[in-house]
């Protein structure tokens, strides 16, 4: 509690704020001697004390969000809390629930966010590297390879993801085609159409019509000997009773029409 002195002193009265805290009968007395008059404020709730009022300048920044403990700590691995052998999902899992656990502290935030980054761009590098190392090596093996090899791997070419996997829903839709008709009839009908659709893709690619026939029925009798030669030797336990010889020729002869329009050239 603060005391209020007062000097009257002619007709202005001045006003001297003391730090001293003096009790209600002592601020009460009065002095007439000296002119001193001793006054206090009008009394306050007792709930309220001096020790409640806090200053703004000594409230913890960011108020009572939970600060993220390993800031400081410069490897990323430990960072997070994970082991440095972690997958990329249990990086990912680690930095979701960091994030989730201290969301609202800006500091603690930007620290997980800049040791996940790191790890994820340590991930791509590697992934990077192997696939390189990974070219190479093929790379390399294809030029140790005899001169026969390397002239059969002059007419196999790789070509985008989109073109193997529409062709490969071609033929497989073939092979479904022909296996729901197995009660019906042969799949001759299906075997044609898929011919014609090599033939039609190896011309695309290769401008050549007389070409793309001599791959197309190349790709289609290998394809029919294969079957042929193979089918009987599986065990009959496996097989469907419903698929003949016949059937089971006609989807390896699909499979190699479908190998033959795709990575030949």
Request: contains cysteine; positive net charge; proline residues 6%.
């Amino acid at each position: 509690m603060v005391c209020s002195l007062f000097l009257s002193n002619s007709s202005t009265a001045t006003t001297i704020s003391s730090p001293l805290v003096l009790s209600h009968k002592l601020c009460t007395q009065e002095h007439t001697k000296k002119g001193i008059y001793f006054s206090t404020p009008i009394s306050r709730s007792p709930r309220i004390g001096l020790a409640s009022i806090k200053c703004a300048v000594d409230a913890p920044y960011e108020g009572n969000i939970p600060k993220f403990p390993r800031m400081n700590v410069w490897d990323p691995y430990k960072r997070l809390g994970i082991s440095p052998y972690a997958s990329e999902e249990e990086i990912w899992s680690s930095r979701n629930f960091l994030m989730q656990q201290y969301a609202g502290h800006e500091t603690s935030e930007e620290s997980i966010e800049a040791a996940f980054e790191k790890l994820l761009m340590t991930s791509f590098r590697e992934r990077k590297k192997t696939k390189i190392n990974l070219k190479t090596r093929l790379k390399k093996k294809v030029e140790e390879s005899p001169p026969w090899v390397k002239n059969l791997l002059d007419f196999v070419e790789l070509p985008p993801v989109e073109v193997i996997f529409r062709r490969l829903f071609l033929f497989a839709f073939m092979g479904g085609w022909s296996i729901m008709n197995s009660a019906e009839g042969g799949p001759a009908f299906q075997v044609a159409v898929s011919l014609a659709a090599c033939i039609y893709f190896l011309n695309e690619k290769t401008k050549s019509l007389g070409r793309a026939f001599i791959i197309g029925l190349g790709a289609l009798a290998a394809g029919w000997v294969c079957g042929s030669v193979c089918v009987p030797v599986i065990p009959t336990v496996i097989i469907p009773p419903t698929w003949t010889l016949e059937l089971m020729t006609s989807l390896v002869s699909y499979l190699f029409l479908f190998l033959g329009c795709t990575f030949l050239k």
